[in-house]
């Protein structure tokens, strides 16, 4: 049972570059979420989605789009890579409203 | 607007002292709430939660206290120990429209002294 996994680890992107980090997990929830995560800033929510075919934004949406074709995956897409999204991103599911959600281990992304 | 806060940054504490760490929400519409521990270069992870109907929740060494009039939440960790260094992050759930989120604070690290 490998719960939530992300790829990349690691990240280096140009500036204007687009790209896409994976997201799978394989407990069977139906919400997931896309996370990231600055200096003071604590852990900032950018999209999520309640089930598959249903995505929504979170408190800072702008740069990124999700789509959700299965209940496993949910990939982040970056549409044109800018030095502000560097940062550390996390995906997390979780199997209804009020209970844990479980988060991978993380994608460090560096946008020079 | 920070929904979730948590004001203090940092906090040290010797080994076998009491760590109480601090979170202050504004949406009265939050009923559910966790809390999570995170080390350096891996994901957060869960630690307690609490539910609006209750005051208190305990599970082993972590008590989570729920003061709705203050709008207040709190973690203890007896006794603490040099493995409970970490960020610890709040989090808070809304009843009604925006149910699916979960908004974090800020974090605060927890230097546990040996």
């Known amino acids: 049972n490998a719960g939530v996994t992300q790829t990349p680890k690691f990240q280096v992107l140009k500036t204007g570059q687009s790209m896409t980090l994976q997201c799978a997990q394989d407990?069977?929830?139906?919400?997931m979420s896309w996370y990231r995560q600055d200096p003071g800033m604590g852990l900032r929510l950018i999209h999520y989605?309640?089930?598959?075919?249903?995505?929504d934004q979170g408190e800072v949406p702008n740069g990124y789009n999700v789509s959700r074709s299965t209940t496993e995956d949910f990939p982040l897409r970056l549409l044109s890579a800018a030095p502000s999204q560097t940062s550390v991103y996390f995906c997390a599911s979780r199997v209804g409203r009020a209970t844990e959600a479980f988060f991978g281990q993380g994608t460090r992304l560096t946008v020079v | 607007d920070q929904q979730v806060k948590q004001n203090s940054p940092s906090l040290s504490v010797q080994e076998g002292r009491i760590s109480i760490l601090n979170c202050d929400y504004t949406n009265s519409m939050f009923d559910y709430f966790l809390w999570y521990k995170k080390y350096p270069a891996e994901g957060p992870t869960f630690l307690i939660s609490?539910?609006?109907?209750?005051d208190k929740n305990e599970d082993g060494r972590f008590t989570v206290f729920l003061n709705k009039s203050a709008k207040h939440l709190s973690l203890h960790i007896v006794p603490s120990q040099p493995g409970d260094s970490a960020v610890y992050f709040c989090a808070a759930s809304a009843r009604g429209s925006g149910t699916y989120k979960y908004i974090f604070g800020t974090g605060t690290r927890l230097k546990v002294l040996a």
């Open positions: 407990m069977n929830h139906e919400y």
């Open positions: 989605s309640v089930g598959a075919g249903i995505t």
């Open positions: 609490i539910s609006s109907i209750k």
